[in-house]
């Protein structure tokens, strides 16, 4: 097979500035990548943020291509490969921050690490809509609070892109699962197995009728700020509140007095630092099991983009307009 020489790519390159579709030069591939062929790629807040520069935990310098989940096809192998082969489909979340170059292009040379065959029953676009939101799903409930069957999960913001996965891992395990949203959302929520808590209930009222004022087992923010406050209110004695926004000033007294602990989710390290890339792999290897099992399915925005048009997507995200992942087709 000829390897193509340019490819074509969305370039950032002054922050908050439109997209420019360029082309470049096809990425070389070192001994323990692969060069994806990428035929879509997500679209999730953080990259809007990385692309106002208003990400500082997500540093990426300019000019750089985004793009943090891809799907795709293994053009080619670097020498030390071997789990993957030239045909393979796949499915990560393999750069965009950090220097990596992201899946707003063509190709990707992508550290084989990250990657895990992409569930035969989904799509390239649904495939794509998952990596970002199941690691940081999977990380909190399992790698941090090791959910059990049987536990009472509160899940904040349950209708999001990471609360809606978070809701179908729980039940996947076997636990009890609650979640919290707005009215309008109600539907979401329950469509994926969770009992619907009003985000404007007291929480001392929900706390009461769901737990018998015992507190839930785990609870897991995907909201931050007062929310996160609120989730050390409703965790039981022994418990476990796990946040992916475990920002600002927090008054840990509430956590104390029930003798709980506390986790923060960071779901870009292996991509900044280079530690536990392997262990996502892993992660989207569950994530391909749940998939193809009927546990486990992404809530994707029917609406469609091109690397022409993204910048309407980024404009969706921040107008929270968007109804789901919003996925881009290369």
């Known amino acids: 097979m000829t390897r193509q020489s340019t490819m074509r790519a969305a370039i950032l390159e002054t922050h908050n500035a439109p997209l420019r579709l360029s082309t470049v030069s096809t990425p070389e591939v070192g001994p323990r990548e692969v060069l994806v062929r990428v035929r879509a790629s997500a679209v999730n807040p953080l990259d809007t943020k990385i692309h106002a520069g208003a990400a500082a935990h997500a540093r990426h310098p300019l000019p750089a291509i985004l793009g943090i989940d891809l799907a795709g096809v293994v053009e080619q192998t670097g020498r030390d490969v071997t789990r993957f082969k030239p045909g393979d489909e796949v499915y990560g979340m393999t750069g965009g921050v950090g220097g990596v170059p992201g899946s707003l292009a063509e190709f990707a040379a992508v ?5 895990a065959p992409k569930p035969a029953n989904l799509s390239m676009r649904e495939a794509a809509a998952l990596p970002l939101i199941f690691i940081t799903a999977w990380e909190g409930l399992i790698d941090r609070a090791a959910l059990k069957a049987g536990q009472k999960v509160l899940i904040h913001g349950g209708a999001g892109g990471v609360g809606h996965v978070a809701i ?5 395990i076997g636990a009890d699962v609650f979640a919290t949203g707005s009215a309008a959302q109600r539907a979401t929520i329950e469509g994926f197995g969770a009992v619907f808590i009003d985000r404007g209930t007291a929480i001392e009222a929900y706390v009461a009728e769901h737990t018998g004022g015992r507190g839930f087992d785990i609870v897991y923010d995907t ?3 007062k929310v996160l406050d609120a989730s050390f209110e409703a965790v039981r004695r022994f418990g476990h509140v796990v946040s992916a926004l475990g920002w600002g000033t927090h008054a840990l007294a509430p956590l104390s007095f029930r003798a709980a602990s506390y986790s923060g989710v960071f779901t870009l390290l292996p991509l900044l630092s280079g530690e536990g890339r392997a262990h996502h792999g892993e992660i989207m290897a569950e994530a391909t099991r749940l998939v193809e099992a009927g546990k486990l399915a992404p809530l994707v925005d029917a609406r469609r983009f091109t ?6 997507a980024y404009a969706l995200i921040r ?12």
């Open 111 to 115: 550290d084989a690490d990250l990657l």
């Open 307 to 312: 690397l022409e048009s993204v910048g309407d």
């Open 223 to 225: 909201v931050g700020g």
């Open 319 to 330: 107008d929270h307009a968007a109804k789901g992942k919003l996925v881009v087709d290369i």
């Open 168 to 172: 179908q891992i729980a039940r996947a």
